[in-house]
């Protein structure tokens, strides 16, 4: 494990997992949206918790679709499994979910088998992000889109201090050098946009929130396998 899977495996086991759903889904619902999964899609979702988004993107792609969440934290896949087991038996509309404990630098999947990867508030913590890019065009089909939400990027200046604040190594890049190093992985940008939180802010917001959620917002980037 790496020492982020480590920190988020310590998140999971105090609850935290459930903080991370309902603090991230309200941005990451534009980038769900834009990437319009279809019926009997093949989905992924890298670094992805206690597998909320795949939730999701399940009931869009129906029962004839392939839903898989890989996380390198074990206490997440735990919590995802648990969740998808906890969940209504028969659910005729929806495809069962899986979950897989691996890293996102090397996929166990066979090339060009998936049609659309999400990934959420993750491949910042990448160790090799080249690799992770690499390895989500190899196994994108022709066509195929990738869809990344990040509250950690340049543009967004409170979150520099995350890495000393997590005690962690990040990937710091602006939106131009993330859609630059997705063109040199091998994909065309779709489109890339801000994603502003909806929900009404609490009377006593402070400022930073405010401007957080209303103003600076997620980094979205829809990109396609070509
Ligand atoms: C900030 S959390 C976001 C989780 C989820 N996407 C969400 O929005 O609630 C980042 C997740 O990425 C996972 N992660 C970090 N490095 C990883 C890697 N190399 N491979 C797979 N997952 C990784 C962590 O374990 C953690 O669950």
Excluded at 26 to 39: D, G, K, M, T, V
Excluded at 107 to 134: G, N, Q
Aim: charged share 30%; proline share 7%.
């Amino acid at each position: 494990m790496n020492d982020a899977a480590e920190l988020f495996d310590d998140w999971a086991r105090r609850g935290r997992d459930q903080g991370m759903e309902d603090g991230h889904f309200p941005r990451a619902e534009a980038i769900l949206q834009a990437l319009a999964p279809q019926p009997g899609e093949r989905v992924l979702d890298l670094g992805c918790g206690n597998g909320w988004a795949l939730e999701w993107l399940a009931r869009r792609i129906g029962p004839e679709g392939m839903a898989l969440g890989i996380d390198l934290a074990p206490t997440m896949i735990a919590h995802a499994r648990a969740r998808e087991s906890a969940g209504p038996k028969e659910q005729p509309s929806r495809t069962p979910l899986e979950f897989l404990r691996a890293s996102f630098e090397a996929l166990p999947l066979a090339e060009s088998s998936r049609d659309l990867i999400f990934s959420m508030e993750a491949l910042y913590y990448a160790e090799d992000l080249d690799a992770v890019l690499k390895e989500c065009r190899r196994v994108l089909a022709p066509g195929g889109r990738l869809g990344i939400g990040m509250d950690f990027y340049r543009e967004n200046e409170d979150c520099h201090s995350w890495p000393e604040e997590l005690g962690l190594s990040m990937q710091l890049l602006s939106a131009s050098e993330w859609e630059m190093r997705l063109r040199a992985a091998g994909f065309e940008i779709t489109r890339s946009f801000r994603s502003l939180d909806p929900r009404p802010l609490p009377a006593d917001a402070p400022a930073a929130l405010r401007t957080f959620r209303k103003e600076v917002g997620s980094l979205a980037i829809i990109a396609r396998r070509p």
